[in-house]
């Protein structure tokens, strides 16, 4: 669940501006949440990919060289030896981890990017232990809580 709970000093709004901001404000929490997410699912898939081909490397480093081996390439099985498939494989799996290298670059900065966002926002997520953020002091030495301002996201 969403909620936005902002405030709007007298006559520069309404409450239905004030709800067409938080939609786009929430719109654009989800849609930064939902790319980090993507870039996550990405990383992790690649990842799985880069142990598979590991651990194919490490079975074909024990064999014959002049041995048959058998590769998919775009869907189709074709014969080659082991000579052939294995420094292509060893390639792959470099590239695969540059590829993930880069997708951790950005996802870290995507999640820089979604913190800001958050603080900027004054988003808050639904179940996150309050206790974590130190409240903000108003800095008028009144010891009065600021009203609660944000979005509320779970």
Known sequence: MVEYSGFLESGQ???SGERRCSRGVVAG????????????SKASELEME??????????????DQSRKCFRLV???LVERT??????ALENNKEQINKIIETLNTQ?????????????????RIMGEDESKQPPK???DGSGA???SAGVLVS
């Open 50 to 63: 880069m142990n598979e081909h590991a651990l194919v490397i490490d079975t074909l480093k024990d064999v």
């Open 13 to 15: 709004g309404s409450k």
């Open 107 to 123: 996802l870290q900065a995507k999640g820089k990017e979604l913190n800001e966002f958050r603080e900027k926002h004054n988003i």
């Open 29 to 40: 929490f989800n849609r930064m949440r939902q790319e980090q997410r993507s870039l996550a």
């Open 82 to 87: 082991v000579k052939e498939v294995l420094p």
């Open 74 to 76: 775009g869907g189709v």
């Open 137 to 139: 002091d108003s800095g």
């Open 145 to 147: 809580k600021p009203s």
